[in-house]
């Protein structure tokens, strides 16, 4: 391996096992504390979209550090995992937004459906940048890893969303934090490709169009008319399937 591609592969590697150990880190918090101590209760498709999710992110850090061994047949043969899972996490989170919206209308929240505007954002940035990641897969690498990345990094503002409403900062971070740790991962990737090549590649220019304007609509698509008087209380009565918390 050249150092070049040993430089590369570092990045990747570092920063997808980072992201798998700082969604880990709210479990305890957010999941296994609640359920133990019987503070929060869950509902089925919960315990299922969640164990999709911390999988996929498991599976995109090993097949990264595959790749940095050169095993790429076996890369490849986890890949064809993560794609199946990738419609799995799409197919069980879709429903979770007008689930988690029913729950606070039932604990009477002031505004259930600012959450929802973040959890549309979520679930949209992984599914365009999931897609664009198997359309590149075989002819594309360069473009491929980055998509890959921003899936990921897609699912780990969701997982660090949740910390952060349990050690709140002041607003509005607590809304948008988890957005700009997970921005930084890009920032840290344009400056290693500027490291490397002396540019930013263009799927980074990319993953920045996309992914920080998103991030930045969130609140206002969770605040406005339309989510809280048309497209919320619709999500709500054709697929909420969740029971309000006892």
């Known amino acids: 391996m050249t150092a070049q591609a040993a430089n590369r592969s570092r990045f990747f590697l570092i920063s ?31 315990h299922i979209h969640g164990l999709l999710c911390f999988a996929w992110l ?4 090993w097949q990264v550090q595959l790749a940095a061994q050169r095993k790429l047949v076996r890369h490849r043969e986890w890949g064809i995992a993560g794609a199946w899972l990738s419609g799995a996490v799409v197919f069980t989170g ?25 959890n549309l954002v979520d679930i949209g940035l992984f599914t365009v940048m999931s897609s664009f990641a198997l359309l590149t897969a075989s002819r594309q690498p360069e473009w491929h890893r980055r998509f ?3 899936a990921a990094v897609a699912l780990f503002v969701a997982a660090a ?16 934090g988890s957005a700009v740790i997970g921005d930084l991962v890009l920032v840290w990737l344009a400056l290693d490709d500027r ?7 263009p799927g980074t220019w990319l993953l920045f169009a996309l992914m920080v304007p998103a991030h930045l609509l969130a609140p206002v698509i969770g605040g ?19 029971p309000p918390d006892q």
Do not use: E, N
């Open 16 to 46: 997808g096992w980072a992201m798998v150990a700082l969604a880990l880190v709210s479990f305890p918090f957010t999941y296994f504390g609640p359920m133990a101590d019987g503070s929060k209760r869950f509902y089925g498709l919960l």
């Open 58 to 61: 498991l599976i995109y850090a």
């Open 94 to 118: 879709v429903p979770m937004i007008p689930a988690a919206a029913m729950r606070r209308i039932a604990a009477g929240a002031a505004d259930p459906y600012l959450f929802s505007g973040y």
């Open 148 to 150: 890959m990345l921003g």
């Open 161 to 176: 969303s949740r910390l952060l409403m349990v050690f709140p900062p002041a607003q509005p971070w607590t809304d948008l």
């Open 195 to 201: 490291r490397r090549a002396g540019r930013v590649h």
């Open 224 to 242: 406005s008319s339309l989510m809280r008087g048309h497209l919320g209380p619709a999500l709500v009565d054709m697929m909420a399937i969740a």
